[in-house]
Structures are given as structure tokens and as C-alpha cells.
């Protein structure tokens, strides 16, 4: 998808490697970012280091927590939480946003 994302989510938790990172939707319904090569290590590394993730991912109508990582109705909700949760500058939001769009 985007070598953007994944600098952007390397640097989000730079405890764990990441060799890359895309935006998957397998049921179409659900829209999460999948991180390689240690799904699980990240996401908790993730939720340990940026604590108002989950807050953040109510306001952007979060499907469930439960998972690994958060999971969104759209595509739209889980970019704008990720760029929330990460408080990037704006040019770093508009570069993200033009290099992952489906």
C-alpha cells in the first residue's frame, strides 16, 4: 500500500520492527491496519505507548476493541483516528492521506 504508512506507523512504536504496513478490509465492512512481521507485538507495544488510542477511537465510531487492533466501519474513521492518535503535522496528515488512499 504505502511505504509512507509504514515509516508513520515504524516511528509510532519504534520498540518493535516493521517491515511493513496496510490497510486491510477482508470483510469489506471492517477496515484495520495490519502490521508485518509481528501483528500481535505491535499492537500492544501501540496501546502501551499512545494510552488515549482507545478514547480517541470512540469518537471515530470504533467497531471493536477486542481485536489485535481497533477496527473501523471506514476506510475515512481509521485514517483520522491514526493521524488523532499520532498528532502529525499537517503535512504529514495531507501526504498520509494521498498515499494510502484506496
Partial sequence: MSQ???EIMSR???EVEVKSAVIASPWSTRF?????PNHSDYWLWF?????RWRRIA????VVTT???CPEFGSYENLVSWLLDVLNLS?????LLRF???F
Avoid: S, W
Wanted: include cysteine; proline fraction near 6%; hydrophobic fraction near 30%.
Fill in 47 to 51: 496501546k502501551r505507548g499512545h494510552p
Fill in 32 to 36: 484495520f491496519i495490519y502490521v508485518e
Fill in 90 to 94: 499537517q503535512g504529514e496528515r495531507n
Fill in 12 to 14: 509510532a512504536v519504534p
Fill in 99 to 101: 498515499c494510502v488512499r
Fill in 4 to 6: 509512507q504508512l509504514t
Fill in 66 to 68: 477486542d481485536a489485535a
Fill in 58 to 61: 470512540l469518537k471515530y465510531e
